[in-house]
């Protein structure tokens, strides 16, 4: 804990240091090609080079946008959690955490509010719900670790494409490098409360759990098509065809190839028993 | 889309989403919700849906679980008088 503690120090950052262009030129690359969400469909083949290049701006506010949306919830979580009685030793760490996750929002909303002039709206709802022994404190935490798991990949191919415009490029990176510390954060601490509960958890609560995870890793990658960036590029019918991109073998492969070492993690410590469907 | 119309399209939605629920079993006053019969990670699905159906986006930034309770419920937030929809 302490050495994470170090090099969040170490890397600590001032989000008001970043330098922002007054404008983004749309007909530069703002999300790498390969992640865009329809990326390999017959929509996307079909479009021109500068609508590709368009598409990739919105795609991008999508994508900061959605990581708004995960880590307000995450940053509450967080803060309830601060000296509760059962992480008084973790608070430290968490006290990083906290600041780096709100740092990121004001990076990724910077660049929305900026350049797109919106943040596009959270569809998600929680619904209050009673839980057993330490299953609130393991589901919200590998609930965060999938979501960070996932969104990482991301982060890091889009720090190295060289094709981006730097802001992107310096956003991805910046959120990677914190990240990678919340995520050797987030396998330890889930490793441990799983193994803490599974032998209280009765039967069923494991499985309704498991049935849970599955759904949540598939409920996070349907964030990724979102209708509102298709009707941005003036796409009709993006209700329907925004079904149709979710189901189409090629976007479904890219899932499962980003969502790799997350499902290899969970199986690996049995919190999963089989591959999730996605 | 007429009320008839719109609310067997989210009946078959909702049948389809649970995947285990009995047909007779959904009334237009069955607390969907409640019974788990929609999850909460199956909620951002039914404003989509719903969104297809209204044919325009719905503001959700001060939505409750309670505007979903029941077919009829939803029905009577998202579509009765709805001025930009195309019901």
Same mark, same amino acid.
């Given at each position: %804990?302490?050495?994470?503690?170090?090099a969040?120090?170490?890397? !600590?950052?001032?989000?008001?240091d970043?330098?922002?262009p007054?404008?983004?030129?749309?007909?530069?690359?703002?999300? *790498?090609p390969?992640?865009?969400?329809? +990326?390999?469909t017959?929509? +996307?083949?079909?479009?021109?080079?500068?609508?590709?290049?368009?598409? /990739?701006?919105?795609?991008?506010?999508?994508f900061? /946008?959605?990581n708004?949306?995960?880590?307000?919830?995450?940053?509450?979580?967080?803060?309830?959690?601060? !000296?509760?009685?059962r992480?008084?030793? #973790?608070s430290?760490?968490?006290?990083?955490?906290?600041d780096e996750?709100?740092?990121? %929002?004001? +990076?990724f909303? /910077?660049?929305?509010?900026?350049y797109?002039?919106?943040i596009?709206?959270?569809?998600k709802?929680?619904?209050?719900?009673?839980y057993?022994?330490g299953?609130?404190? $393991?589901?919200?935490?590998?609930?965060?670790l999938?979501?960070?798991?996932?969104?990482?990949?991301f982060?890091?191919? %889009? *720090?190295?494409?060289?094709?981006?415009?730097?802001?992107?490029?310096?956003?991805?990176?910046?959120?990677h490098?914190?990240? *990678?510390?919340? #995520?050797?954060f987030?396998?330890?601490i889930?490793?441990?409360?799983?193994?803490? !509960?599974?032998?209280?958890?009765?039967k069923?609560?494991?499985?309704?759990?498991?049935?849970?995870?599955?759904?949540?890793l598939?409920?996070?990658?349907?964030e990724? $098509?979102?209708?509102?960036? !298709?009707?941005?590029l003036?796409i009709?019918?993006?209700?329907?065809?925004?079904?149709?991109?979710?189901? *189409?073998?090629?976007?479904r492969?890219?899932r499962?190839e980003? /969502?790799?070492?997350c499902i290899?993690?969970?199986?690996?410590n049995?919190?999963?028993?089989?591959?999730?469907?996605? | 889309?007429?009320?008839?119309?719109v609310?067997?399209?989210?009946?078959?939605?909702?049948?389809?989403?649970n995947?285990?629920?009995?047909?007779?079993d959904?009334?237009?006053d069955?607390p969907i919700?409640e019974?788990?019969?929609?999850?909460?990670?199956?909620?951002?699905?039914?404003?989509?849906?719903?969104?297809k159906?209204?044919?325009?986006?719905?503001?959700?930034?001060?939505?409750?679980?309670g505007?979903?309770?029941?077919?009829d419920i939803?029905?009577?937030?998202f579509?009765k008088?709805?001025?930009?929809?195309?019901?």
């Amino acid at each position: %804990m302490e050495k994470l503690c170090e090099a969040s120090r170490r890397d !600590y950052a001032n989000p008001y240091d970043l330098k922002w262009p007054e404008t983004l030129d749309q007909n530069q690359w703002c999300f *790498s090609p390969e992640l865009i969400s329809i +990326y390999g469909t017959d929509v +996307y083949d079909k479009l021109s080079e500068a609508d590709k290049k368009r598409l /990739s701006f919105y795609e991008a506010v999508n994508f900061f /946008s959605l990581n708004i949306h995960g880590e307000k919830p995450l940053s509450e979580g967080l803060a309830h959690r601060l !000296y509760s009685k059962r992480n008084i030793s #973790l608070s430290p760490y968490l006290h990083h955490f906290l600041d780096e996750e709100n740092k990121h %929002m004001i +990076y990724f909303a /910077s660049f929305c509010l900026r350049y797109a002039f919106k943040i596009y709206p959270d569809k998600k709802m929680s619904i209050p719900q009673e839980y057993v022994a330490g299953e609130e404190d $393991f589901l919200f935490f590998v609930k965060v670790l999938i979501f960070e798991e996932i969104v990482d990949i991301f982060n890091i191919r %889009m *720090s190295r494409d060289e094709r981006l415009v730097p802001i992107a490029r310096e956003i991805n990176r910046l959120h990677h490098r914190d990240e *990678s510390r919340h #995520l050797v954060f987030g396998r330890e601490i889930v490793v441990s409360l799983f193994k803490e !509960y599974k032998d209280q958890w009765s039967k069923e609560t494991l499985q309704k759990i498991r049935i849970y995870l599955a759904q949540y890793l598939l409920a996070t990658w349907k964030e990724y $098509f979102n209708p509102e960036v !298709y009707k941005d590029l003036n796409i009709s019918d993006a209700y329907d065809l925004t079904d149709r991109f979710f189901d *189409s073998p090629v976007c479904r492969t890219r899932r499962i190839e980003i /969502s790799a070492n997350c499902i290899s993690f969970l199986l690996k410590n049995g919190i999963l028993e089989k591959e999730p469907s996605l | 889309m007429n009320e008839q119309e719109v609310k067997l399209s989210l009946r078959k939605w909702i049948i389809e989403k649970n995947g285990k629920i009995q047909s007779e079993d959904l009334k237009p006053d069955t607390p969907i919700i409640e019974q788990r019969i929609i999850s909460s990670l199956q909620i951002m699905d039914l404003i989509l849906f719903l969104e297809k159906l209204r044919g325009n986006a719905i503001d959700v930034e001060n939505l409750k679980p309670g505007v979903f309770r029941t077919i009829d419920i939803i029905y009577s937030n998202f579509f009765k008088g709805n001025p930009n929809g195309k019901n």
